[in-house]
Nanobody, 121 residues
Framework: QVQLVESGGGLVQPGGSLRLSCAAS????????MGWYRQAPGKQRELVAG???????NYADSVKGRFTISRENAKNTMYLQMNSLKPEDTAVYYC???????????????WGQGTLVTVSS
């Protein structure tokens, strides 16, 4: 019922920048915490950055200082500004969100289909 759609991926040279967007749509209860994950070939999916509904943030050490996560709650949209990109940032980036059913004190976890970011010269 809730869908997440990522956009903004592509090919960029080392040192360049990209901004990823993730928009939630459909039948939504209440979007709580959201986050960006990434997965490179042969590696496990890892959390890149997370943000709560109150806009508290956390980052993986590998991206701290280079990436910035943000959200616009009224639009149910999340962003990831990626600067100073490195080849090791190459991965499929996935949007994740929690659709919170407040009356039941539980949530449904929703994933986007992913967008490919390739950092190469």
């Amino acid at each position: 019922q809730v869908q997440l759609v990522e956009s903004g991926g592509g090919l960029v040279q080392p040192g360049g920048s990209l901004r990823l967007s993730c928009a939630a749509s459909g039948i939504i209860s209440s979007i709580g915490a959201m986050g960006w994950y990434r997965q490179a070939p042969g590696k496990q999916r890892e959390l890149v950055a997370g943000i709560t509904s109150g806009r508290s943030t956390n980052y993986a050490d590998s991206v701290k200082g280079r990436f910035t996560i943000s959200r616009e709650n009224a639009k149910n949209t999340m962003y990831l500004q990626m600067n100073s990109l490195k080849p090791e940032d190459t991965a499929v980036y996935y949007c994740n969100a929690r659709d919170v059913v407040r009356a039941l004190y539980k949530y449904r976890e929703v994933w986007g289909q992913g967008t490919l970011v390739t950092v190469s010269s």
